[in-house]
Structures are given as C-alpha cells and as structure tokens.
C-alpha cells in the first residue's frame, strides 16, 4: 500500500488525504512484539507513514492458556511502548490515553439488533 499511495499527505484541516495508517493493537505482555513492530516500521518507513499505536485491548472472559491475556496493558507497558516509539523517531502518528476503551463499550456478540 505505501508503494502505491507515497507518503501521507494532510490536508489543512489535517484530515489525510492520501498514504497508510499502520494501527497496532498492543496486547499484555507483548511489549517486545510491540518495539519490533516500531522497529520494523521505523526502518521500512520512517515518518512517511502514520502510526496509530492502541492501548485499548480489553479483556472480555477469562482465555485458557493465555493467562497474560487476561488483563489490561499496564501503565508501564504502555509508556515503554511510547518511549520506543519517541526513541525510534517516529512522530508521524497517534498514541491513545491507556484506558481509553472499557468493557461497557464493547458489544454483547450476541446477534441484538439483526434482523
């Protein structure tokens, strides 16, 4: 995709109007995945792309097997991940406040609302 788009382009309202946002969903435990990702984006695409790097994963039930998957990301995890993010001189991007989604928010999966 950034092959064919090019780098992001903002227009004056700083509404993108052409390029790729990268979203990463940070998960318990895996701030080692999350600074290979900024990693690998850094030295693929600099700050030609944008960078949207998610705080909300929110546990829904308890996951056998995958016990760090049953919390959230703790605040450590989460200002580590932006401190690589600084530290690998991406800017181009967003970073979301930790705690910024909450089990009230997600839906019930239970086909409410089909017809």
Not at 93 to 108: D, F, H, K, R, W
């Amino acid at each position: 995709m950034v092959r064919q788009t090019g780098p992001y382009v903002l227009d004056a309202d700083g509404l993108m109007r052409r390029g790729v946002i990268i979203r990463h969903l940070m998960l318990p435990g895996g701030l080692a995945d999350t600074c290979r990702v900024i990693d690998w984006v850094a030295s693929e695409f600099g700050n030609t792309v944008m960078f949207s790097l998610m705080s909300q994963y929110t546990p829904v039930r308890e996951i056998d097997g995958f016990p760090a998957l049953n919390r959230r990301l703790t605040t450590r995890e989460y200002t580590r991940a932006m401190e690589h993010l600084e530290k690998r001189g991406i800017t181009a991007g967003y970073t979301q406040a930790l705690g910024s989604a909450t089990v009230t928010e997600i839906p019930a999966f239970d086909l409410t609302g089909i017809l």
